[in-house]
């Protein structure tokens, strides 16, 4: 894995640890919808990882097939492009039951590479 790589997904990391530390205290999905400054920060973090996930070279994309990316460019492409059509039950759903998946399979390959820098971006 390329250095530029490594960093990308740290940088995902530290996104999805954000979404979660906005989320810690919300009980549930009504609190969750109706708070907006959390709602709003959680799917800009999911803009960021969809970003992201997009900047990672076609080679790692295509050699970590266990995480699927085109899915995650297309939540994004979602929350970007029809911020009003976001359904907040699904994106409840997504960091709850997904989003520990996504980050368990990225911090694995981060420590089989041994990389534990900071991202740079």
């Known amino acids: 894995m390329s250095n530029r790589d490594n960093q990308i997904l740290l940088a995902i990391l ?23 400054q959390v709602l709003d920060a959680s799917l800009m973090n999911f803009v960021v990882i969809g970003e992201l996930a997009n900047k990672l070279s076609n080679e790692f994309r295509n ?16 929350i970007a492009h029809d911020y009003f059509g976001v359904n907040t039950e699904e994106v409840w759903q997504i960091i709850h039951n997904e989003l520990p998946k996504l980050k368990k399979e990225i911090q694995n390959i981060v420590d089989l590479n041994g990389n534990i820098q900071r991202p740079m971006f």
């Open 14 to 36: 530290e996104a999805i640890d954000k979404i979660f530390s906005y989320v810690q205290n919300i009980k549930n999905i009504k609190e969750f919808g109706i708070n907006n």
């Open 63 to 78: 050699e970590i097939t266990t995480i699927d990316w085109s899915a995650i460019k297309g939540f994004r492409n979602i």
